[in-house]
T-cell receptor, first 108, second 112 residues
Framework: GQQVMQIPQYQHVQEGEDFTTYCNSS?????IQWYKQRPGGHPVFLIQ?????EVKKQKRLTFQFGEAKKNSSLHITATQTTDVGTYFC????????FGAGTTVTVRA | DTEVTQTPKHLVMGMTNKKSLKCEQH?????MYWYKQKAKKPPELMFV???????INESVPSRFSPECPNSSLLNLHLHALQPEDSALYLC???????????FGSGTRLTVV
């Protein structure tokens, strides 16, 4: 798998606000998968993006794959306390390799 | 059944012990994986089994020995571990990698 960089490492969000986490690669990615890991939990698959420029939505979560397939983003609107956890992007190229993750905390 | 089941949930072992971690899935997935996750770090791939055969070993020390008895089971045999091997060990499975991995809840291993 290729190395993917995630920013920011930590995101502190006021409940109700929006935020975005980014995943970047220096080379073209085959596809990107996003996972969420709650504190004390295990990674849970959220979505995969395959096509250039692809946008997918899951309720308040919007996932995007860049036109050059070198970056991806996860945007969460109206953050809730249930959004707490670490969000990982992962490059799949015959094996799954995770970025460092963005750990999200929410202020009520 | 859409789960990956791992046992035990917690394990404390001495450096001279031999223990095994077990993983089971009944989703008919053809690939199974072992990952290691240290605190505040992403999961790191250790082994990949595809159709019950070891296809990837990410240069893991021989004190970790994987085994795939059948298409539903995956074991990780541990022997002469070091304290730095303490971590969360995650098992995962997938039908095709592009459809996402299903992770088990992990075994939290402490080596003393």
């Amino acid at each position: 798998g290729q190395q993917v960089m995630q920013i920011p490492q930590y995101q502190h969000v006021q409940e109700g606000e929006d935020f975005t986490t980014y995943c970047n690669s220096s080379t073209t990615l085959s596809n990107i998968q996003w996972y969420k890991q709650r504190p004390g939990g295990h990674p849970v698959f959220l979505i995969q993006l395959v096509k250039s420029g692809e946008v997918k939505k899951q309720k308040r979560l919007t996932f995007q794959f860049g036109e050059a397939k070198k970056n991806s983003s996860l945007h969460i609107t109206a953050t809730q306390t249930t959004d707490v956890g670490t969000y990982f992007c992962a490059d799949y190229d015959y094996k799954l390799s995770f970025g460092a993750g963005t750990t999200v905390t929410v202020r009520a | 059944d859409t789960e990956v089941t791992q046992t035990p949930k917690h394990l404390v072992m001495g450096m001279t012990n031999k223990k095994s971690l077990k993983c089971e899935q009944h989703m008919g997935h053809r690939a199974m994986y072992w990952y290691k996750q240290k605190a505040k770090k992403p999961p790191e791939l250790m082994f990949v089994y595809s159709y019950e055969k070891l296809s990837i070993n990410e240069s893991v020390p021989s004190r970790f020995s994987p085994e795939c008895p059948n298409s539903s089971l995956l074991n990780l045999h541990l022997h002469a571990l070091q304290p730095e091997d303490s971590a969360l060990y995650l098992c995962a499975s997938s039908q095709e990698g592009l459809l996402g991995y299903t992770f088990g809840s992990g075994t939290r291993l402490t080596v003393v």
